[in-house]
């Protein structure tokens, strides 16, 4: 019997294939820089071993990325949703747009972000001082609204009106939901679009009040060198998820590229870089 996970990998790439990866006339596969023979070479493997067909052009940037979001989307909530028994929670899965005018302001941990937003409204200077770096949106997020004190005590008398006064997850004590986890999503990696999610990952971190959510970045880059530029380092993102990490590693044997395949392992075995097909596990714990 195939695992659900099983299953919903072999979805999440059918909508790739469908919506984003394919390969043109030339044999460029739609994630890979034509201006790099390995890029090339690497995007075509990954993209015969999904069993892409050719002939479709690239799709524009910023319609890649989005449909890109919108399949993760999709993806984590075929699976993540389905984990409940491991982590229960009245929990939602969405792109950020939905919420984008609050950005994280909008969750609990974050909710004082507000206050500041406003004030840098009002006075030209401290939003020069400020900049705009604590306005994050993130691609995809998982949230958990709070509990209603029936729900909490369903099975027992767990609280009462006058004690646990300050904790988030009581309904009576906030409105806002907590955010669970900010998912960046970049289906082709270059330099700044790795810094701009290592930012973002920064101050997420910098400006909690609350417990950190999981900060994770998802990527269909088929070159190692791009990929170790958001995977390296510590204290920013949780982990790196790939698209096809096995298909990846395969295509680096076939290709012959010594330097790549040491460095995807290298990632791996350092808990850098994972397969898609972990992230919803990890999201549990």
């Excluded at 500041?116 to 900049?131: H, I």
């Excluded at 998802?218 to 790939?242: F, K, N, Q, W």
Aim: some cysteine; hydrophobic content about 40%.
């Amino acid at each position: 019997m195939t695992s659900l996970i099983s299953l919903r990998r072999k979805a999440f790439h059918t909508d790739i294939l469908a919506e984003l990866l394919s390969v043109d006339a030339r044999g460029v596969a739609s994630n890979a820089d034509s201006s790099s023979t390995m890029s090339v070479k690497l995007a075509a493997s990954i993209a015969a071993k999904l069993k892409s067909e050719t002939g479709r052009d690239r799709l524009a940037g910023q319609t890649s990325g989005s449909k890109f979001e919108t399949i993760v989307e999709t993806y984590l909530k075929s699976t993540f949703l389905s984990l409940g028994h491991l982590r229960p929670g009245d929990w939602e899965i969405r792109k950020m747009g939905t919420r984008a005018k609050l950005g994280i302001a909008g969750f609990e941990q974050y909710g004082h972000l507000t206050q500041l937003a406003l004030l840098a409204s009002q006075n030209p200077e401290l939003a020069v001082a400020l900049g705009a770096d604590y306005v994050i949106a993130p691609d995809v997020i998982i949230f958990r609204n709070p509990e209603s004190d029936d729900s909490i005590s369903a099975k027992d008398e767990i609280v009462d009106l006058d004690t646990a006064r300050l904790t988030p997850l009581r309904k009576v004590n906030n409105a806002l939901p907590s955010l669970h986890a900010s998912i960046s999503c970049k289906w082709t990696l270059r330099s700044d679009r790795a810094q701009n999610a290592k930012s973002e990952a920064l101050n997420l971190v910098r400006n909690r009040k609350g417990h950190l959510p999981h900060v994770v970045a998802v990527t269909g880059e088929p070159m190692p060198s791009r990929i170790a530029s958001l995977a390296l380092g510590t204290g920013d993102l949780d982990c790196v998820y790939h698209f096809a990490l096995p298909e990846l590693q395969e295509a680096l044997v076939e290709c012959n590229d010594a330097s790549g395949i040491d460095l995807v392992n290298n990632l791996v075995t350092g808990k850098r870089l994972k397969d898609i097909a972990d992230l919803p596990l990890d999201l549990v714990i």
